[in-house]
């Protein structure tokens, strides 16, 4: 038995009762189909990605679950996420699905079932078995949202989506091609009104859209095309020492914003 899993039965067992509790008949869940989701906040300098540590154990991954037979898809993408980090997400959308057949052969749990008794053999051979993801991606204001960890976790933090460590499964592929999508589809989502705070400068405007699409940007085009679009409002400087050096604040006009979302923005070509 590998490290992982025999920390993983220590950590079991010495929490039995707890878990007794938490891991349900895995007969309550579509079989062979699981949830991950890729959530992105902004901190005015990074793209950073939720992640979720694996209590005792120096391992990352999405937050992710199972779905219940009676459950819809989206519906249970928007519970495991309120489940596994304790946040309500206003941008959710399935992005794409992942069905490698050895996408989960690295992490299997041999050896394990038959030295846990009841219920937890079910729930070992239940993720034992192939499972095709669906990756849903979430765009967040990370300044108004306190992530905690699940029972099963000790951390759930943002980590810069350039210094992320080493993921579970296939979670490094699902990242990459989440960021592919945002890339290719940042006219269509609402990058800017989910991403930014509520006032902010048109540098960090900006630094968004170059972490994006990984490339810089010339100021003065960048601010020229996106006040042309009009969903900027742009609010006075303070009168304090030194304003007139200050940038100018700016926040959304959330109907021109959205109204041109469901167009395409037009920004990128």
Same mark, same amino acid.
């Given at each position: 038995m590998?490290?992982?899993?025999?920390?993983?039965y220590?950590y079991?067992?010495?929490?039995?009762?707890?878990?007794?509790?938490?891991?349900?008949?895995p007969?309550s869940?579509?079989?062979?189909?699981?949830i991950?989701c890729v959530?992105?906040?902004f901190?005015?300098t990074?793209?950073n990605?939720?992640?979720?540590?694996?209590?005792?154990?120096?391992?990352?991954m999405?937050?992710?679950?199972?779905?219940?037979?009676?459950?819809?898809?989206d519906?249970a993408a928007?519970?495991i996420?309120?489940?596994?980090?304790g946040?309500k997400?206003?941008?959710?959308?399935?992005f794409?699905?992942?069905?490698?057949?050895?996408?989960?052969?690295?992490?299997?749990?041999p050896?394990v079932?038959?030295?846990?008794?009841e219920?937890?053999?079910?729930?070992?051979a239940?993720?034992?078995k192939?499972?095709?993801?669906?990756?849903?991606?979430?765009?967040?204001?990370?300044?108004?949202?306190?992530?905690?960890?699940?029972a099963m976790?000790?951390?759930?933090?943002?980590?810069p989506v350039?210094?992320?460590?080493?993921?579970?499964?296939?979670?490094?592929?699902?990242?990459?091609?989440?960021?592919?999508?945002?890339?290719?589809r940042i006219?269509?989502?609402?990058?800017?009104i989910s991403?930014?705070?509520? #006032?902010f400068?048109?540098k =960090? &405007?900006q630094?968004?859209? !170059? /972490?994006i +699409?990984?490339?810089?940007?010339?100021?003065?085009?960048?601010?020229? #095309?996106?006040?042309?679009? =009009? &969903?900027?409002?742009?609010? !006075? /400087?303070? +009168?304090?020492?030194?304003?007139?050096?200050?940038?100018?604040?700016?926040?959304?006009?959330?109907?021109?914003?959205?109204?041109?979302? !469901? /167009?395409?923005?037009?920004?990128?070509?």
């Open positions: 590998c490290k992982l899993h025999i920390n993983l220590l079991i067992m010495d929490n039995k009762k707890q878990y007794t509790e938490l891991l349900v008949d007969s869940f579509l079989p062979g189909v699981s991950d959530v992105i906040g901190d005015l990074e793209l990605i939720l992640l979720l540590q694996l209590k005792k154990h120096d391992l990352w999405l937050p992710g679950g199972f779905i219940h037979l009676n459950e819809d898809m519906q928007t519970r996420l309120e489940e596994r980090t946040i997400l206003p941008y959710l959308k399935q794409h699905t992942f069905g490698d057949v050895n996408r989960r052969e690295n992490t299997k749990f050896g079932n038959h030295m846990l008794g219920p937890f053999e079910k729930m070992i239940f993720l034992e192939r499972f095709i993801s669906s990756g849903y991606l979430s765009l967040v204001d990370i300044r108004n949202c306190a992530p905690t960890p699940d976790s000790d951390e759930c933090t943002w980590i350039n210094l992320l460590p080493v993921l579970l499964y296939d979670h490094g592929d699902i990242v990459k091609k989440a960021m592919e999508q945002l890339r290719s006219n269509y989502m609402p990058v800017g991403l930014m705070p509520e #006032k400068t048109m =960090e &405007f630094t968004l859209y !170059e /972490k +699409l990984n490339k810089s940007l010339d100021r003065g085009n960048f601010q020229k #095309k996106m006040l042309k679009l =009009e &969903f900027l409002v742009r609010h !006075e /400087k303070k +009168l304090s020492g030194g304003a007139h050096k200050a940038p100018y604040l700016y926040s959304f006009n959330k109907n021109r914003y959205n109204e041109l979302v !469901e /167009k395409g923005i037009g920004y990128i070509n």
